[in-house]
């Protein structure tokens, strides 16, 4: 199926440093989102993008839409041990179309 | 409910049965997403529901595979005769639109043996 291309798909960082992931794809979307995946449980949302240009932040996550709205990263500050995880990108067209899922970054953040 | 809720969560079952995966959306929430997650892979799309309407089917991959929706609410995900890489976790989301921010439930873990 379709999926975007996320990068890079794994890394291995030391506890308190900064991460930055990004997703791109061939085709434009009006919605970008950022999910964590949990061993064993089901994505979570963590940030929502609507607008190109957007950039959120969520406590220590922060999330831009790129102006192109081909693009988005996702940068996690300060990491902790509970930050490991897979995440994920999914972009959506419209309010009549499905979301389309990145192909996943797994981190691990060791002490 | 409060979040998407997904029953069974673990099903295991011969190969050659058919099986039914439930899915419970978030109440009010129009837009219906199942997806395939295989172990370590990312998430497969299989087929969106807007509202009791399927406009995109293009994920199931075969005409084993088919899922319904009712009242704007409940969604059914049946498999029949069951195939071993059927085994998967079964993922369904809701959002209150198409596109949207969409919020899983914890999946069904399916096994055929």
């Known amino acids: 199926g379709q999926q975007l291309n996320q990068s890079p798909q794994s890394m291995f960082i030391q506890e308190g440093e900064d991460v930055s992931m990004n997703c791109t794809s061939s085709?434009?979307?009006?919605?970008w989102l950022w999910y964590k995946q949990d061993p064993g449980e089901g994505p979570v949302l963590l940030i929502a993008?609507?607008?190109?240009?957007e950039l959120t932040s969520n406590g220590r996550l922060t999330a831009q839409f790129g102006i192109t709205r081909k693009d988005s990263f996702l940068n996690i500050s300060a990491s902790i041990p509970s930050d490991v995880g897979i995440y994920f990108c999914?972009?959506?067209?419209?309010?009549?179309?499905?979301?389309?899922f990145g192909t996943g970054t797994r981190l691990q953040v060791f002490p | 409910g409060a979040g998407v809720s997904q029953s069974p969560s673990n099903k295991v079952t011969e190969k050659g049965k058919d099986v039914e995966l439930r899915c419970d959306p978030i109440?009010?929430?129009?837009?219906l997403y199942w997806y395939r997650q295989s172990l370590g892979q990312g998430l497969e799309f299989l087929i969106y529901?807007?509202?009791?309407?399927?406009?995109?089917k293009s994920g199931l991959p075969s005409d084993r595979f088919s899922a319904e929706r009712t009242g704007g609410s409940v969604s059914t995900l049946t498999i029949q005769r069951t195939q071993q890489e059927d085994s998967a976790v079964y993922l369904c989301?809701?959002?209150?639109f198409g596109g949207g921010g969409a919020f899983f439930g914890q999946g069904t873990r399916l096994t055929v043996v």
């Open positions: 989301a809701s959002s209150l």
């Open positions: 085709s434009i979307f009006n919605t």
């Open positions: 999914a972009g959506g067209f419209t309010e009549a179309d499905k979301l389309i």
């Open positions: 109440s009010g929430h129009t837009a």
């Open positions: 993008l609507y607008k190109a240009g």
């Open positions: 529901f807007q509202g009791n309407s399927a406009p995109d």
